[in-house]
């Protein structure tokens, strides 16, 4: 479709009655605006299930039929209107320190192989008037995060080599608490940051890369808010409100983004958008852990004991209408210029009904859109937002230019 037409089709969106909504409508606006996910996993399910062979899957087909499916093909991402991807270079954070930086560099060699592999479908971005010009060119516009800030083994040499290797954020922690960050799914050490994580949170101001909170304690989102001099992003994180979940982020942070300036980028994980879908995550967990303890040394029993409280105990199932509550919910509190999308594709093992894959994004966008919102409010959502706070903390970079590289070390 070519821009004017494009336009057309839009001006017919705005002329609708929202009740009749649809996906087609809402993908009209992404083609002039471009949406921009957050965080997929994509590099991560290449390594662990073709050997991090990027050739090892065609992305150029439809993979969806694939055992188990991958959620993300190009084809899809093209139906979804997705015009750029933050692509993690997730590692687990078990590893020690040194092999995860450099099982870390190797994720970023599987997105550069990526794009070199489907030059006519991606092309690399550093900032965020390359993810307009790669947009308008109809490519879609390819990102690094980082999650996990034991990827930079304390060394901020190499926090400083990774934005050099296109790196754009860093997750501060991810499942578990590092020596200079609380995280929120473990044990709290510091009570936030540590003065090294301090500097951490200002070194990624002086080069740039956006500070991410996602993963982080109450406690560090905080901390790093009160020491970052850019916006802050959560790059896939929902509402603690709506599901109480410590993955999600609480009113009293949200209530601070407009004066921060960042935006929270809405996850599609079943356990953090439906109360119901988490307690039965929570009940099984506990089970678990009782059968373990009833079954000490006996793998197979505490399977087969776990087996049948599944077979009493169904799962819920989250909806696209969840996630959407979770969007309505960040904007009523934070505001509709601080909420964005992080799907967390191939990062999960079951999605929300109605958002199965890269290709449903217009269908949440038609649900927002049947809720209410408007054209201008959706290219907020799904892409101005979260381009604004990119262009926030290259400009605090600009300012800092002049600075020094920090020297900190983790026992100073």
């Known amino acids: 479709m070519n821009r004017f037409a494009a336009a057309a089709v839009v001006s017919l969106v705005m002329a609708v009655p929202a009740a009749s909504q649809t996906p087609e409508q809402a993908r009209a606006i992404l083609e002039t605006t471009p949406l921009v996910d957050g965080h997929n996993d994509l590099p991560w399910a290449l390594r662990q299930r073709f050997g991090s062979d990027v050739h090892g899957v065609d992305l150029t087909q439809d993979q969806s039929g694939l055992a188990p499916s991958l959620h993300t093909d190009i084809p899809r991402l093209r139906s979804g209107g997705v015009g750029a991807q933050f692509w993690s270079v997730y590692v687990p954070a078990g590893m020690e320190p040194l092999e995860a930086a450099r099982a870390t560099f190797e994720q970023i060699d599987v997105v550069n192989r990526m794009l070199a592999a489907y030059p006519d479908a991606f092309a ?58 609380d995280s929120a799914t473990d044990a709290p050490q510091h009570d936030g940051l540590t003065p090294f994580g301090e500097a951490v949170v200002r070194e990624m101001n002086r080069l740039g890369m956006l500070v991410d909170l996602s993963h982080v304690s109450e406690a560090t989102m905080m901390d790093a808010m009160r020491v970052s001099a850019a916006p802050v992003i959560f790059s896939h994180s929902s509402a603690r409100a709506v599901t109480d979940h410590p993955r999600n982020v609480p009113d009293s942070v949200l209530r601070l983004m407009p004066e921060d300036g960042g935006v929270v980028m809405v996850t599609f994980v079943p356990g953090f958008v439906n109360e119901d879908v988490r307690a039965h995550g929570a009940a099984m967990a506990a089970e678990r852990a009782r059968l373990q303890s009833l079954n000490p040394g006996d793998p197979e029993a505490v399977t087969a004991g776990l087996a049948a409280w599944r077979d009493a105990n169904p799962a819920p199932v989250a909806t696209i209408a969840d996630v959407a509550d979770h969007i309505d919910h960040i904007r009523r509190v934070a505001g509709v210029d601080h909420v964005g999308l992080g799907g967390d594709f191939d990062g999960v093992g079951s999605l929300p009904e109605g958002l199965t894959g890269v290709e449903t994004y217009p269908a949440l966008l038609a649900e927002l859109m049947r809720r209410g919102w408007s054209e201008a409010d959706i290219r907020k959502l799904s892409g101005e937002n979260v381009l604004r706070a990119m262009r926030a903390a290259e400009a605090t970079a600009a300012r800092m230019a002049d600075q020094r590289p920090s020297l900190a070390r983790i026992d100073d």
């Open 124 to 181: 690399f971005a550093a900032t965020a008037d390359d993810v307009e010009r790669l947009h308008r060119e109809g490519r879609i516009a390819s990102l690094i995060g980082i999650e996990g800030g034991y990827s930079i083994a304390e060394s901020m040499g190499l926090l400083r080599q990774f934005f050099e290797a296109g790196v754009r954020y860093m997750t501060l922690t991810h499942s578990a608490t590092t020596s200079w960050a």
